[in-house]
């Protein structure tokens, strides 16, 4: 059974900042793309970022510039850096990744970490 476990929501000001991290477990034998997508009260889930297996990244427009999304292959851990947040920012942050586990490669999801961002 894969599992990925988000970890680094929490309050911040606006302009503040927070680093969420994303670790992959279980039997894998290879992970493709990370991400992060968000899903705020009332709103359907988004993409914030992505990264391929080799490093290539892919940001929404309105993180760019603010957010960096990196990945440690030998801990299957994907990171999210977050910067000068905003309070419609306020969500709950996913992580998201591609996995074969076995024979199949399969999208698996973390539970989610909440960030809110005080005005």
């Known amino acids: 059974q894969v599992q990925l476990v988000e970890s680094g929501g929490g309050l911040v000001q606006a302009g503040g900042s927070l680093r969420l991290s994303c670790g992959a477990s279980?039997?894998?034998?290879?992970?493709?793309?990370m991400g992060w997508y968000r899903q705020a009260p009332g709103k359907q889930r988004e993409l914030v970022a992505t990264?391929?297996?080799?490093?290539?990244?892919n940001y929404a427009d309105s993180v760019k510039g603010r957010f960096t999304i990196s990945r440690d292959n030998a801990k299957n851990t994907v990171y999210l850096q977050m910067n000068s947040l905003e309070p419609e920012e306020t969500a709950v942050y996913y992580c998201?990744?591609?996995?074969?586990?076995?024979?199949?490669?399969?999208?698996?999801w973390g539970q989610g970490t909440q960030v809110t961002v005080s005005s």
């Open positions: 998201n990744a591609r996995i074969r586990s076995r024979i199949n490669w399969e999208t698996y």
């Open positions: 279980g039997i894998i034998f290879l992970i493709n793309d």
């Open positions: 990264i391929t297996s080799g490093g290539n990244t």
